[in-house]
């Protein structure tokens, strides 16, 4: 039976707002998108005219889109992770179905309030946590089911979150700083907790986390150096890798690379625009004088309710690109850097490799590994059909593996191990 085609509501038109309606573009026999809401003027209108959207269903505010009667079945909210609670409370009450960016919202309170309310109105839920879509997520998953290495014992995680991009998001960008979005672990570690949490398929029962900031700030700028890098002397500027202009323009501008995260300073790549931006504002900022307090490297371990373990390290000084995953089982290990799984059996010494490729054509679709173009089907196909088995990022999972990141941040704070209740 073909699916019905499902309406949707886009709520903030940046990175991943327009990444998603990029999808729909490509897709355009599952899904349309028939409003939006964004306040700046340029996004709104790209993502409306890529969709021919009447003007009068191009929204600066969500609230103009809440106070009306009920016209799609679906709201995306890609809105700033401080600004989910308020959207997904109005929507819910009207019967859309969501899908919301992850993190659910900054406080444990506030996604509890969310999860509470989504859940009272029943209406088809689901949290962007990516990595549960992948292929590869779903061929590991499948082989540690099956038993290929016994029972888990501890795993080992890697997010190398990388020198470039904690300096684009979480020292220079809109991630950077506490108490205008979230703590670091929320804000982009979010998905490795769940991740791990989803792969072990148990509870986790206590936390543990360490961490601190250790060279974004104010005590390591070199002697001699600017406040903005476009100020920096050559001597200074030219050796340093955290360079605004080594980043955006002799990494990338230099080499035809124009995309994320280079359009995010500016909505026109040119030299010019990003030359004035890097000038004029936040992401020429010197990474030594920036107002950022979020973690640059951090650890947090977990325990399970069988006595199995987890370690997860997140570290800004590492550019290994994919996360990168050890697992130990009762009868063979793990070894995988998120597209190989490489297999060894402990009774028979046979070592064999799945290799869990796709074609990265640098399309939302393929974006995160096939994990952004997942959520979007699983999210379609449930509205589309009412059959929910395809979500598996839903409110009660996701609210448990924030629960588990918001205890980190409490024992990375405290030094104390906390239970997970």
């Not at 490509?26 to 959207?53: L, S, T």
């Not at 990265?360 to 590994?369: K, Q």
């Amino acid at each position: 039976m073909e699916e019905k085609r499902v309406k949707l509501i886009i709520i903030g038109c940046g990175g991943r707002g327009s990444g998603y309606a990029k999808y729909v573009e490509n897709f355009p026999g599952k899904a349309e998108i028939v409003a939006v809401a964004e306040p700046r003027d340029f996004y709104r209108n790209q993502v409306g005219d890529w969709h021919n959207i009447p003007e009068n269903m191009r929204f600066r505010t969500w609230e103009d889109i809440a106070a009306m009667p009920k016209f799609a079945d679906g709201v995306l909210v890609c809105t700033m992770d401080e600004l989910h609670e308020a959207p997904v409370m109005a929507f819910a009450d009207k019967g859309y179905h969501i899908l919301l960016e992850k993190p659910i919202a900054p406080t444990l309170e506030a996604c509890r309030r969310i999860v509470a309310k989504v859940k009272e109105k029943g209406i088809i839920f689901a949290v962007c946590h990516v990595l549960r879509y992948t292929q590869f997520t779903k061929q590991l998953k499948k082989l540690l089911v099956e038993g290929v290495i016994g029972d888990i014992v501890s795993i080992q995680h890697l997010e190398p979150v990388g020198h470039w991009h904690q300096c684009h998001s979480f020292v220079r960008g809109n991630w950077r700083n506490t108490k205008e979005s979230c703590f670091m672990l929320l804000a982009k570690c979010c998905h490795d907790v769940d991740w791990l949490s989803h792969i072990m398929g148990k509870k986790c029962s206590k936390i543990h986390s360490f961490g601190s900031l250790f060279e974004f700030r104010a005590d390591k700028q070199p002697a001699g150096a600017a406040d903005r890098c476009t100020d920096c002397p050559t001597e200074i500027e030219s050796f340093c890798p955290y360079s605004a202009l080594k980043i955006y323009m002799r990494d990338r501008m230099a080499k035809g690379q124009n995309g994320w995260p280079t359009n995010v300073l500016t909505p026109e790549v040119t030299p010019a625009s990003v030359t004035k931006a890097l000038k004029e504002g936040p992401y020429g900022r010197c990474v030594y004088k920036c107002d950022n307090d979020v973690v640059d490297n951090q650890v947090v371990n977990m325990t399970f309710e069988d006595g199995s373990t987890t370690q997860m390290v997140m570290t800004a000084f590492c550019n290994e690109g994919a996360r990168q995953t050890r697992i130990f089982g009762t009868k063979g290990s793990i070894v995988t850097d998120s597209t190989l799984i490489h297999i060894t059996n402990f009774l028979t010494g046979e070592k064999r490799t799945v290799d869990t490729k796709i074609l990265n054509d640098g399309s939302i679709n393929t974006g995160h590994g096939g994990g952004d173009g997942g959520v979007m089907d699983a999210f379609i196909h449930a509205v589309a059909t009412g059959d929910t088995s395809s979500i598996i990022s839903g409110a009660d999972e996701t609210l448990e593996s924030h629960l588990m990141c918001f205890l980190a941040e409490e024992s990375r704070l405290t030094g104390e191990v906390r239970e997970v209740k």
